[in-house]
């Protein structure tokens, strides 16, 4: 049985409406693996499930055997050498005829796959993420260390000098335009296409949450870019950190570095996950070169080059240095015409598939979290459809997308945002926060940003030590602990700080 293949790009949980009868039907493999990704987030945590096993998805299973596939071959050899296992064990206890799994590679471009019968086509006229059905990138390893898997990893992952494929389908023609993400197509069509003498707004920085179009724009960059005849190369931060490292290991450092050196457009995708001295010094060794000689420099994110905690911070101001574009959240006519786009696609493989104007209305208002839940919907809205052979109204539609509704992902609260709002709230500026100035008009405010930090994201006490001005980490363990005492002896302060919380959260 074939699953679900919409979750390409790691965000989501596949997550499958679990209350549908099954009674006389085959086992329904794709509930199972959803059931099994929500498991291993829970028990592995949010940082190891998304490195390693966001962009794990099933393929089909066959004779009792679960074939999985990721993206890059680096991927597979990890899974294989550390987590086989534990995938096999979890995935048995969800559905108990599967004896054993294999994990395969995913090309990267062959169409994925729904959760029909027959394959819907590929998206040729949607935005961002909705056209992104494999998972080039969407998350990286954080550690700058290579664990043994990589060993085994072959120069087509990590080591060869040609970058990540782009994606064919991810160009500036199916790429659907809205008022958030206007100004950064309008940038990255301009570099693309610039025949001039040096480059324009260089570095451009793309940043935005997950699902918005990020990496569809730098794709569309890199194939309008090679169609006017320059080079190009197009990385994720892992194939920079692994090729790099790799190169080291087998003497290539020169040639590889020279090779990065020596093209006219260099596209970075993730560029959040770089991580090590050596590695970092060489990107920032490596982004200076570039720009100093004239060749464009495209980086996305999923922060301001200001939130990049992790790198230098003479890398961090040469980011900064050039044109910063944040792409907005989907409003509600982009993701109509996101909808609209999809279901035209789908219509030339299944013509009889008709949705109404008041469906797509509903879908758009009830889905907001971004680009990906929105390519779900219409694979949840085409299998009923195909399976029942009953039309698509606003009643079933609100059982087809429940799952999504109800389970959407948490607004993603920055750190830049806490301290702002708290300081707003008790009369101090955001650099009173950050400066060493201990009145305790500041050192109050200052605690609750920190407290807020702590159970309102998922950064380290380190990190969030290293926001507050570069304090140590037992200073926001300290902070974090008053707080909660304090919270827990004074009611006012704690109505304060859940008025706080619900500010940052709506």
């Not at 990107?283 to 994110?301: K, P």
């Not at 279901?343 to 008041?358: E, I, M, N, W, Y």
């Not at 920055?414 to 201990?438: C, F, H, M, P, T």
């Not at 930090?453 to 200073?475: A, N, Q």
Request: net charge positive; hydrophobic share 40%.
């Amino acid at each position: 049985m074939r699953v679900d293949g919409t979750v390409a790009n790691g965000d989501e949980d596949g997550r499958a409406s679990e209350g549908d009868s099954h009674e006389n039907a085959a086992p329904d493999y794709g509930a199972a693996w959803s059931r099994v990704k929500r498991r291993l987030r829970a028990e592995l945590g949010e940082d190891v499930f998304a490195s390693w096993f966001a962009r794990l998805e099933l393929d089909c299973v066959s004779g009792g055997t679960g074939k999985l596939t990721v993206p890059t071959r680096f991927l597979k050899s990890w899974i294989e050498s550390h987590y086989l296992d534990r995938v096999l064990a979890t995935f048995k206890a969800e559905a108990g005829d599967v004896a054993r799994i294999e994990v395969g590679v995913r090309g990267t471009v062959a169409p994925a796959r729904p959760v029909v019968p027959a394959p819907a086509k590929p998206v040729t006229a949607t935005s961002g993420p909705l056209a992104r059905l494999h998972a080039v990138g969407s998350q990286a390893p954080v550690a700058p260390a290579l664990p043994a898997a990589e060993s085994r990893v072959s120069a087509e992952a990590s080591g060869d000098f040609n970058g990540t494929p782009l994606d064919a389908r991810l160009t500036f023609t199916s790429f659907v335009v809205g008022r958030s993400n206007a100004l950064a197509h309008a940038a990255a069509e301009r570099i693309a296409r610039h025949q001039g003498e040096g480059a324009l707004y260089n570095p451009l920085y793309l940043h935005a949450g997950v699902g918005l179009g990020k990496t569809h724009l730098l794709h569309g960059i890199g194939h309008a870019a090679r169609e006017s005849g320059r080079r190009v190369i197009y990385l994720t931060a892992d194939r920079f950190m692994y090729g790099f490292v790799n190169a080291l290991k087998t003497q290539s450092a020169l040639a590889y570095k020279e090779r990065l050196r020596g093209i006219d457009l260099l596209i970075l995708d993730d560029v959040q996950f770089i991580q090590g001295k050596s590695i970092q010094a060489e990107f920032g060794h490596t982004i200076n070169a570039l720009i100093d000689a004239g060749r464009q420099v495209v980086v996305a994110s999923d922060r301001p080059p200001t939130e990049l905690e992790a790198l230098e911070e003479r890398v961090r101001s040469r980011l900064a240095g050039g044109l910063v574009v944040e792409i907005g959240s989907l409003d509600e006519q982009l993701r109509i015409s996101i909808l609209s786009a999809r279901l035209a696609s789908v219509r030339t493989s299944h013509p009889g598939f008709d949705v109404s104007p008041q469906v797509v209305n509903y879908v758009a208002r009830a889905i907001t979290a971004n680009g990906r839940d929105l390519e779900g919907a219409v694979n949840r809205l085409l299998a009923h459809a195909t399976l029942t052979g009953t039309a698509v109204t606003l009643e079933t539609a609100e059982t087809a997308i429940r799952d999504l509704v109800k389970n959407r992902e948490p607004k993603r609260i920055k750190i830049e945002d806490i301290q702002k709002l708290v300081a707003s709230r008790y009369n101090v500026s955001r650099s009173d926060i950050l400066s060493e100035r201990r009145t305790a008009a500041v050192v109050k405010p200052r605690q609750i940003a920190m407290y807020l930090s702590k159970v309102l994201t998922l950064r380290s006490l380190p990190e969030i030590g290293r926001r507050f001005g570069g304090r140590d980490h037992t200073t926001v363990l300290h902070a974090v602990r008053k707080i909660e005492k304090q919270i827990g002896e004074d009611a006012v302060l704690g109505d304060e700080v859940e008025l706080l919380k619900r500010m940052l959260q709506d």
